[in-house]
């Protein structure tokens, strides 16, 4: 599977997260050059990823960081 995620790094937060079957992937990278074009228009600052996982639970062990609101995730490591 193929995931697009939208993660604004400022507040921490997951904005989108869209998946593709592995049959997609050029529907997929459509989506990520439309998104990142949208955003720059926009003036959006924010992270734009497109990941391969068998899953979404696979995706959320190897990114977690994107599944995690920075509150919680400074709270985990102490900081």
Sequence with gaps: MLFLIEYDRDSGKLVLLREFGD???KRA???RLDLE???NKAGV???V???QAADRKALQQTHGRY???LGDLARATGA
């Design 49 to 51: 990823v497109l990941l």
């Design 37 to 39: 074009v949208n955003l």
């Design 67 to 69: 599944f995690v609101e």
């Design 29 to 31: 990278e459509d989506a």
């Design 23 to 25: 049959a997609d992937r």
């Design 45 to 47: 600052v924010h992270e």
